[in-house]
């Protein structure tokens, strides 16, 4: 069986940061990649940015780069996102979610991820 609990949701205003974790419980040794996704009201659920859990190199959706940086402690099983800069249109609910499947790439689609946390809700106040 597979968890993950997404916290370090919150109320932040324009420009500032929340840094997001994700706790991750099950047997994690053929775990391939955790992934971030946000949905907000009315949207469909996208990509935000994904990390290969052995080895660590990752991949951001264009709206997040340069400002949003994934990294994970596999000894605590554990990954973060961690924002910056944050703008109104990155008002959401943030779910964090683990693929258990090789893949060449590092996935980017809802589809090809096995198990989800429930989420946390970020709001940027302008």
């Known amino acids: 069986q597979v968890q993950l609990v997404e916290s370090g949701g919150g109320l932040v205003q324009a420009g500032g940061s929340l840094r997001l974790s994700c706790a991750a419980a099950?047997?994690?040794?053929?775990?391939?990649?955790m992934g971030w996704f946000r949905q907000a009201p009315g949207k469909e659920r996208e990509f935000v940015a994904a990390?290969?859990?052995?080895?660590?190199?990752?991949y951001y959706a264009d709206s997040v780069k340069g400002r949003f940086t994934t990294s994970r402690e596999n000894a605590k099983n554990m990954v973060y996102l961690q924002m910056n800069s944050l703008k109104p249109e990155d008002t959401a609910v943030y779910y964090c979610?683990?693929?258990?499947?090789?893949?060449?790439?590092?996935?980017?689609?809802?589809?090809?991820?096995?198990?989800w946390g429930q989420g946390t809700q970020v709001t940027v106040s302008s």
């Open positions: 099950g047997r994690t040794f053929n775990w391939y990649s």
């Open positions: 979610a683990v693929r258990t499947r090789y893949s060449f790439s590092l996935p980017t689609s809802k589809m090809e991820y096995d198990y």
């Open positions: 990390i290969r859990w052995s080895g660590g190199s990752t």
